[in-house]
Structure formats: structure tokens, C-alpha cells
């Protein structure tokens, strides 16, 4: 079955931390470039962060320096470390494969008030 299913948002104050995470079905994670994406209310679902299978790193400009994309290969998770967050980063979070992205989970909602 293809799921992936995404945890650890919330609600946190300016210049707090959270650290997300998302558990994915092998058929998604094994052998795919996986990412983490946001989607703010009234805007378009945006690319935030992606890591490959050889652990090569992307980010967004906005998120440079503040996040960390990481993945456990044995145990089909990826990870995205937030720190420093600004209310600008407030959204709902997901992850999927990058090239060709799956049925997408629920998501995750960060919220960080100012």
C-alpha cells in the first residue's frame, strides 16, 4: 500500500524549533530523491527541502541555514529539522518523492506566531 504519513507539527512561538517527520511505504522511499513541501493558506504547494539516496542536500533560499533535511534509509523516514522559524513559515507540510510524487498524506500543520 502507498502511504506516507507525516508528524510532529504544531504551534510554536517565533525563533522556536520543531522537527518533522514522515514515515513512507518502501514503494515510495526506497531508491527516490524524497522531499518536503508546505503549503500555505491562499498559495500554491511549494518545494521546501529535498535529500537524495546518497544524502545530497536541496533548499529553498527561504529556508537555508534554518532547516535540515536528513532520511533513514532502514527505516524509510525523512526527516526535516526545523529551527529558527519565522511566521512566514507557517503551513501544512508534507513529504513525497520528488521526480513523481505520489497520493500525498495528510500533512502536517506548523503554525508559529510572531
Known amino acids: 500500500q502507498v502511504q506516507l504519513v507525516e508528524s510532529g507539527g504544531g504551534l510554536v512561538q517565533a525563533g522556536g524549533s520543531l522537527r518533522l517527520s514522515c514515515a513512507a511505504s518502501?514503494?515510495?522511499?526506497?531508491?527516490?530523491?524524497m522531499g518536503w513541501y508546505r503549503q500555505a493558506p491562499g498559495k500554491q504547494r511549494e518545494l521546501v527541502a529535498t535529500?537524495?539516496?546518497?544524502?545530497?542536500?536541496y533548499y529553498v533560499e527561504s529556508v537555508k541555514g534554518r532547516f535540515t533535511i536528513s532520511r533513514d534509509n532502514a527505516k524509510n523516514t525523512v526527516f526535516l529539522q526545523m529551527n529558527s522559524l519565522k511566521p512566514e513559515d507557517t503551513a501544512v507540510y508534507y513529504c513525497?518523492?520528488?521526480?513523481?510524487?505520489?497520493?500525498w498524506g495528510q500533512g502536517t500543520q506548523v503554525t508559529v506566531s510572531s
Open positions: 518502501g514503494s515510495i522511499f526506497n531508491g527516490y530523491t
Open positions: 513525497n518523492q520528488v521526480r513523481n510524487p505520489v497520493s
Open positions: 535529500v537524495t539516496t546518497g544524502f545530497y542536500k
